[in-house]
């Protein structure tokens, strides 16, 4: 009693102590635990688990970039670049002029380009950050690129349009602002004010070239008309020519006139003749020594001096050039184990510097992509890249700005290596009646494509070959011609493909028949052959292949009654039949040797059944 006792008060004691208003509770997760988290999720690329946490840090604390920042890059590993795109504008509006926020939205709208080159929201946003960054060289390059890739979508044309006019209207001298605009307009199909851009531009700008080169081309006037007076030259100083004075033109203005003129000895003596000849000093300037028009020499020094302040002027440096990059395609195929190099197209002043970064499909930055600088700029993809689409951005920089393209690259998986041809033979013997006829043989043939087959035969009793047998259209059927006697004969199949070849043996035994000994008492004149006879349906007469090349697959259709017997015949430009040339598996693939040479060959294929015969003539070229 006394243990159940004790037992009872202790379960009420664990009752109560659990029930007691002590017990904490869980302490609410602060922004910085929901960044912390988020910012794990990432690393791992959990990025669902991240969205979660980055919303969190929205929600309590919008004021911080580092939660728009985070949700966007997540939303754009999930794939969904249009949340991503609207994260940034919230962010955007909700942090104007925040550098952390404007820096590093740059660059996650710079990767969803690359995943979604075709949404205009991408380039507007990329627009509107760079704008705020006060970096108006590469907002420019936002628009434009976002009009190579949507010239046709009218809302984005409209909207970049109002954006050109706004970088117009901050800095009106800046000419890629017009050439842009004048583009825009142009797609919209609003020609005229499109032109009216382009007047605007060179009037204000009517030093540059491009400007100058669509003014002329639209208005079709002499760009040179139309160049800038030459800046104001700083007012000259006063030439002294007229007022004339008897000292020459030294460099000091101070009156020196007293030892300009030899006269001055015979006025030396004056001062002592009359005292008041002392004021005489004061028209020192004019002095009354009549003599001082015949040294009127002493204005020869004055030409000297309209000469000699006129020094070349130096050349201007030229202007700089902001650079251009670009590309032959907008998207490049390749195989995973092969290497590829894109070439580039650059101008600008040097020195010009290009930067080449990779993204794959989520939009994550990857190696592999890299700048082959030889004579001629080239991006080079790595043969070791998996197979996978990816983003390449390409940023040309110089003194006068940068440009940047991105462009595709779709890596498939690298080819199988070539298998060998096996057979697999189910049935090696086989019969028919003499006569003629037809065997489907039993086997199956493995092996990379394309597979050449050829086929001997000889007769066991003395190991001659024979004529008479040869392959159906179909590639198992084996026919027997009628003049084939009764015997016993070895028939040897080899394939034949890149990476080796294999034989498959059958033994075929024709069988004698013996006519019946009593005619038929009615008989009936012999049937006409049947079955429809063989019928050639050709789709494309000529062909060209690189010499060194295996085999041409030729557009044709055999139709007809089975067993068809094929063969082909080659003749060269000269007329001449030469060899070389077969069937392969399949009657459309014509196998070449290596030892047949460039030139142009006419191939005739023959079909012939118990029904009739066709024949089918193709031109090839091999150079």
């Known amino acids: 009693m006394k243990h159940r006792i004790k037992a009872l008060i202790f379960i009420i004691s664990i009752i109560a102590l659990l029930s007691t208003p002590s017990c904490k509770k869980a302490a609410p997760l602060t922004a910085s635990d929901y960044l912390t988290l988020g910012e794990r999720y990432l690393l791992t690329l959990d990025y669902e688990q991240a969205v979660v946490q980055y919303q969190n840090l929205i929600e309590i604390e919008p004021s911080n970039p580092r939660g728009y920042l985070g949700l966007a890059i997540a939303l754009n590993?999930?794939?969904?670049?249009?949340?991503?795109?609207?994260?940034?504008?919230?962010?955007?509006?909700?942090?104007?002029?925040?550098?952390?926020?404007?820096?590093?939205?740059?660059?996650?709208?710079?990767e969803i380009i690359g995943a979604a080159p075709n949404d205009p929201e991408a380039y507007l946003g990329l627009f509107d950050v760079y704008e705020a960054l006060g970096e108006t060289d590469h907002a420019l390059d936002a628009l434009e690129s976002g009009f190579v890739e949507l010239?046709?979508?009218?809302?984005?044309?409209?909207?970049?349009?109002?954006?050109?006019?706004?970088?117009?209207?901050?800095?009106?001298?800046?000419?890629?602002?017009?050439?842009?605009?004048?583009?825009?307009l142009d797609a919209l199909g609003n020609q005229e004010e499109a032109v009216e851009t382009v007047i605007t531009g060179h009037a204000l700008i009517p030093g540059n070239a491009k400007l100058g080169d669509l003014?002329?081309?639209?208005?079709?006037?002499?760009?040179?008309?139309?160049?800038?007076?030459?800046?104001?030259?700083?007012?000259?100083?006063?030439?002294?020519?007229?007022?004339?004075?008897?000292?020459?033109?030294?460099?000091?203005?101070?009156?020196?006139?007293?030892?300009?003129?030899?006269?001055?000895?015979?006025?030396?003596?004056?001062?002592?003749?009359?005292?008041s000849a002392s004021p005489s000093p004061t028209p020192s300037n004019t002095p009354s020594a009549s003599p001082s028009p015949s040294p009127t020499p002493?204005?020869?020094?004055?030409?000297?001096?309209?000469?000699?302040?006129?020094?070349?002027?130096?050349?201007?440096?030229?202007?700089?050039?902001?650079?251009?990059?670009?590309v032959g395609n907008s998207t490049?195929?390749?195989?995973a184990g092969t290497d590829l190099y894109i070439t580039l197209n650059d101008t600008g002043s040097q020195p010009l510097t290009i930067d080449v970064q990779g993204f794959n499909e989520r939009g994550q930055p990857v190696p592999g992509f890299m700048l082959d600088n030889g004579t001629v700029p080239r991006v080079y993809v790595a043969a070791w890249l998996s197979a996978g689409t990816y983003s390449v951005t390409v940023t040309a920089t110089n003194d006068a700005g940068s440009r940047f393209v991105i462009f595709r690259v779709e890596v498939a998986p690298e080819a199988p290596a070539a298998v060998a041809?096996?057979?697999?033979?189910?049935?090696?013997?086989?019969s028919i009646n003499q006569g003629g006829g037809s065997i489907t043989l039993s086997f199956t043939l493995t092996g990379t494509d394309p597979v050449s087959l050829s086929?001997?035969?000889?007769?066991?009793?003395?190991?001659?070959?024979?004529?008479?047998?040869?392959?159906?259209?179909?590639?198992?059927?084996?026919?027997?011609?009628?003049?084939?006697?009764a015997g016993h004969y070895r028939v040897t199949?080899?394939?034949?493909?890149?990476?080796?070849?294999?034989?498959?043996?059958?033994?075929?035994?024709?069988?004698?028949?013996?006519?019946?000994?009593?005619?038929?008492?009615?008989?009936?004149?012999?049937?006409?052959?049947?079955?429809?006879?063989?019928?050639?349906?050709?789709?494309?007469?000529?062909?060209?292949?690189?010499?060194?090349?295996r085999y041409v697959v030729l557009d044709f259709t055999l139709t007809g009654t089975e067993p068809i017997t094929t063969w082909i015949e080659v003749q060269n430009s000269s007329g001449a039949t030469v060899s070389g040339f077969s069937i392969g598996s399949s009657i459309n693939t014509i196998m070449i040797a290596s030892e047949v040479t460039a030139d142009t060959y006419t191939l005739t294929l023959y079909a012939t059944n118990s029904a009739g015969r066709a024949a089918a003539s193709f031109h090839l070229g091999i150079a």
């Open 455 to 485: 086929m001997s035969a000889v007769n066991t009793a003395n190991n001659s070959p024979v004529s008479g047998f040869s392959m159906g259209s179909s590639g198992n059927i084996l026919n027997v011609g009628e003049r084939v006697v």
């Open 332 to 335: 490049y195929h390749t195989e």
């Open 215 to 275: 003014y002329a081309r639209l208005v079709g006037s002499d760009d040179s008309t139309m160049t800038p007076p030459p800046p104001p030259t700083p007012p000259s100083q006063p030439t002294p020519l007229p007022t004339i004075t008897p000292s020459s033109p030294a460099p000091s203005p101070v009156p020196i006139p007293t030892p300009t003129s030899t006269s001055a000895a015979t006025a030396s003596p004056t001062p002592s003749a009359s005292p």
């Open 151 to 184: 010239n046709n979508d009218f809302g984005y044309l409209d909207r970049s349009a109002g954006r050109y006019e706004r970088v117009i209207a901050t800095d009106p001298y800046n000419p890629d602002a017009y050439l842009g605009l004048y583009d825009v």
């Open 298 to 326: 002493t204005s020869t020094p004055t030409a000297t001096p309209t000469t000699t302040p006129t020094p070349t002027t130096t050349t201007p440096t030229p202007a700089l050039v902001a650079p251009t990059i670009s």
């Open 421 to 430: 041809p096996l057979f697999t033979v189910m049935n090696s013997s086989y």
């Open 77 to 110: 590993g999930l794939g969904k670049t249009g949340d991503a795109i609207t994260t940034l504008q919230q962010g955007f509006n909700a942090l104007p002029g925040n550098y952390e926020f404007l820096s590093e939205a740059a660059d996650i709208y710079i």
């Open 493 to 549: 199949l080899t394939a034949t493909n890149d990476a080796g070849t294999d034989v498959a043996n059958f033994s075929v035994e024709v069988i004698s028949t013996t006519p019946s000994p009593t005619p038929s008492p009615t008989p009936t004149p012999s049937p006409s052959p049947a079955g429809s006879p063989p019928e050639f349906t050709v789709g494309t007469p000529r062909y060209s292949i690189a010499l060194g090349s």
